[in-house]
């Protein structure tokens, strides 16, 4: 379980963190 918890988790933060860049990106 924590390691499935932590790939999702891991999986989710790397989504935000694109999504967050590629809006950087179209800000700029």
């Known amino acids: ?3 499935r918890l932590g790939y999702s ?3 989710t ?3 935000q963190s694109k999504a ?3 809006f950087q990106h ?3």
Do not use: E, H, P, T
């Open 9 to 11: 988790i891991r999986g």
């Open 1 to 3: 379980i924590g390691g």
């Open 20 to 22: 967050f860049v590629d």
């Open 13 to 15: 933060l790397q989504s």
């Open 26 to 28: 179209v800000a700029r």
